[in-house]
T-cell receptor, first 115, second 110 residues
Framework: DTEVTQTPKHLVMGMTNKKSLKCEQHMGHRAMYWYKQKAKKPPELMFVYSYEKLSINESVPSRFSPECTNSSLLNLHLHALQPEDSALYLC??????????????FGPGTRLTVT | AQRVTQPEKLLSVFKGAPVELKCNYSYSGSPELFWYVQYSRQRLQLLLRHISRESIKGFTADLNKGETSFHLKKPFAQEEDSAMYYCALREGGSQGNLIFGKGTKLSVKP
């Protein structure tokens, strides 16, 4: 299995809802990432998990809460989001967080709309 | 300060014409440079990395440290090359995060 999978594909939620995005990889990668991509913009890094521990938080608001359940599964919990949080949320993984084997494999993304 | 600059938002060429997508970076150390491609309705995927010095789908990119550039080139563009191309930099010693340029949309016309 050489893919990163993400569910759901699409999500519409109200500003008072609580929802979660899920990301899974079975390539034995030890680093996982969350990116946010607005329309016609490049991906922007949100979080990096390295060996199941949060290693980078790019000053993301607390209404986004990542969780690494195990080495294969990464969640992004969403609560009290704003309409401007609507975007494509991309998950990626790499074999190692540093060193030579750091090619990142991206999932297809979850298209989030906050109403 | 912008670390990765892709000066062209849109590049339009005819099929069979040469194509060059420009990328300049700003970093004083030893960067790792990548080109990622995103075809319509498909996931972002790695196209090239400078350390591999490989040719993928006819594309090549050479790291020029003097000019701090990593331009992507292909001698004969094909319609299926139409996509969004992102140049990305990873700083040496970092924990794996990529810094993306704003992207160039390549349109290859028949």
């Amino acid at each position: 299995d050489t893919e990163v999978t993400q569910t759901p594909k699409h999500l519409v939620m109200g500003m008072t809802n609580k929802k979660s995005l899920k990301c899974e990889q079975h390539m034995g990668h030890r680093a996982m990432y969350w990116y946010k991509q607005k329309a016609k913009k490049p991906p922007e890094l949100m979080f990096v998990y390295s060996y199941e521990k949060l290693s980078i938080n790019e000053s993301v608001p607390s209404r986004f809460s990542p969780e690494c359940t195990n080495s294969s599964l990464l969640n992004l919990h969403l609560h009290a989001l704003q309409p401007e949080d609507s975007a494509l949320y991309l998950c990626a993984s790499s074999q190692e967080p540093s060193g030579g084997a750091r090619e990142q494999y991206f999932g297809p993304g979850t298209r989030l709309t906050v109403t | 300060a912008q670390r990765v600059t892709q000066p062209e938002k849109l590049l339009s060429v005819f099929k069979g014409a040469p194509v060059e997508l420009k990328c300049n970076y700003s970093y004083s150390g030893s960067p790792e440079l990548f080109w990622y491609v995103q075809y319509s309705r498909q996931r972002l995927q790695l196209l090239l990395r400078h350390i591999s010095r490989e040719s993928i789908k006819g594309f090549t990119a050479d790291l020029n440290k003097g000019e701090t550039s990593f331009h992507l080139k292909k001698p004969f563009a094909q319609e299926e090359d139409s996509a969004m191309y992102y140049c990305a930099l990873r700083e040496g010693g970092s924990q794996g995060n990529l810094i993306f340029g704003k992207g160039t949309k390549l349109s290859v016309k028949p």
